[in-house]
């Protein structure tokens, strides 16, 4: 069989791995680069898997960096099915016509602002292309392995991550001999608020993992819970503004979890909590109708409370409207807004209007990848630049990484050391970490593996 990395290769976005048998070709995700805007555009307008000749995707979760170039592989060619759990099915619906939506927003926007000698920025692909991505979904049920073709099976584990999440295990026969391949996708953490952890799978020969937070140990869930009250109660001294850039999907829903607790208990002061991500009320719908997949805490809370998101300090906005209100708005408020590394969606509106008074406080609560606007704000740059213009960074900035949705390096060792126990684990690939992330897993890993782990570069291929 061969292996090539056409994504995450030292970096965190844009998933894409490409897996060789003599009858198959199966790929893993289909993500989205994000970081520099011409780099990123040129790497996914191009594809190098043969989008034609695939005979299926499998898709690991609905996070944009791993599902969000599904239409531009279908406006290459692709037509095969694109396997994956109910909810990520349902979750990469809305998540790939809000992709294209951004795309058009701000192929307006760049267009209107940007100078005239400039080439115009189109979207990468159209809503034919949605539409025919969309129907290529093929949900399966998690708890069973699924025979899909004579030389392939395949079962999903929930990997605990976001809704639907899921870590694959395929059975590939390849010249007369099955092989064990584990594909972890993004891996979640164990004993975060609402979703089920993550469940262990038996060994492998071929392992591909994320390692995005491999060299991080998060605070625990209360220390981080204390931390944002905090961050609220200051606000509410100051009459400041809350920012808070978050993925639509998934640690919106896990800060509005937080802060419904924080409120039941009576400590949260009452300043008003926006969620201006129409995304993420959708996202929240669907949440719904996969009950099953909360953990016990979250189930107990709904059989007395119908949502687990909703309470009187909150308010959705859905209109652009609605949300430019919010721009001319005294504090102190909260707001939460996609996306979560500033790269595009509504955030960077507020940010424009509250990252000059040191009074406003931006709270970053995932991870932010090197080349985007999260990150020169994590790193506290002097001045960023947001839509095109120049801005004083002088509001406060607080990390809240542990709020991530990822494994930690205690997760990782737990993870793995279960995989190895009655089993083995052969060879191990890592992908989606930073290279400083990415080495303190393959430490890890060395311990639990029969060969050295690899960390494979952009475009590398290998037999195995
Ligand atoms: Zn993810």
């Known amino acids: 069989m061969k292996l090539t990395f056409f994504g995450a290769a030292g970096e965190v976005t844009g998933s894409q791995h490409l897996l060789e048998s003599d009858t198959l070709r199966i790929l893993l995700d289909c993500g989205l680069f994000q970081g520099r805007r011409a780099e990123a555009y040129a790497k996914n307008r191009h594809f190098r ?107 999903f584990t929930n990997a605990g991550h976001i809704l639907g999440s899921a870590v694959t295990q395929l059975d590939i026969e390849d010249r007369g001999e099955v092989r064990r391949v584990v594909f972890t996708g993004d891996l979640g953490r ?11 799978v038996e060994g492998c020969d071929i392992l591909i993992t994320e ?113 430019m209100e919010l721009n001319w708005r005294e504090g102190p408020f909260v707001v939460i807004a996609a996306s ?26 995932g991870f932010q990848a090197e080349h985007t606007l999260g990150r020169r704000i994590a790193e506290r740059q002097p001045k960023v630049k947001i839509l095109d213009r120049m801005f004083t960074l002088r509001a406060r900035v607080e990390s809240l990484g542990g709020l991530s949705a990822h494994a930690d390096a205690e997760d990782f060792k737990w993870f793995f050391s279960h995989m190895s126990q009655d089993s083995h684990i052969g060879r191990a690939f890592i992908v989606h970490g930073e290279p ?3 080495r303190a897993l393959a430490a890890i890993l060395h311990d639990v593996c029969d060969e050295d782990p690899t960390i494979p570069a952009l475009y590398e291929s290998f037999e195995i």
């Not at 164990?190 to 262990?200: A, G």
């Not at 979560?340 to 609560?365: F, Y």
Request: include cysteine; charged fraction near 25%.
């Open 49 to 155: 898997c043969g989008p034609g000749q695939l005979d299926a995707v499998i898709l690991s979760h609905a996070h944009i960096d791993h599902c969000g170039n599904l239409p531009g592989l279908f406006r290459a060619g692709f037509r095969g099915p694109i396997y994956c759990t109910p909810a990520t099915a349902d979750l990469t619906a809305v998540m790939l016509r809000d992709s294209l939506h951004i795309q058009q927003e701000d192929a307006r926007y760049l267009s209107r602002h940007a100078a005239a000698d400039r080439p115009p920025i189109e979207p990468l692909y159209g809503e034919n292309d949605v539409r025919g991505a969309v129907k290529l979904l093929e949900p399966l049920d998690g708890a069973d392995w699924h025979e899909l073709s004579p030389a392939l099976r395949l079962r």
């Open 190 to 200: 164990r004993s975060l608020p609402l979703l089920c952890d993550p469940r262990p």
């Open 211 to 323: 390692s995005t937070y491999a060299d991080a140990v998060h605070p625990p869930p209360e220390d981080l819970k204390a931390r944002l009250l905090k961050i609220i109660q200051r606000a509410d001294e100051t009459q400041g503004k809350i920012i808070i850039p978050a993925f639509s999907l998934g640690r919106t829903q896990q800060v509005v979890y937080f802060l419904h607790e924080l409120a039941q208990t009576g400590k949260l002061p009452r300043v008003p909590i926006f969620v201006d991500s129409p995304l993420a009320n959708r996202v929240t719908e669907i949440f719904a109708r996969h009950r099953e997949l909360m953990d016990a805490a979250a189930q107990r809370v709904l059989r007395h409370d119908k949502d687990l998101f909703d309470f009187p300090m909150l308010t959705s906005l859905e209109s652009p409207q609605q949300s």
């Open 340 to 365: 979560g590394m500033c790269e595009n969606g509504r955030v960077r509106h507020h940010l424009k209007h509250a990252i000059e008074d040191e009074r406003n406080t931006i709270v970053l609560i």
């Open 436 to 438: 400083p992330a990415a």
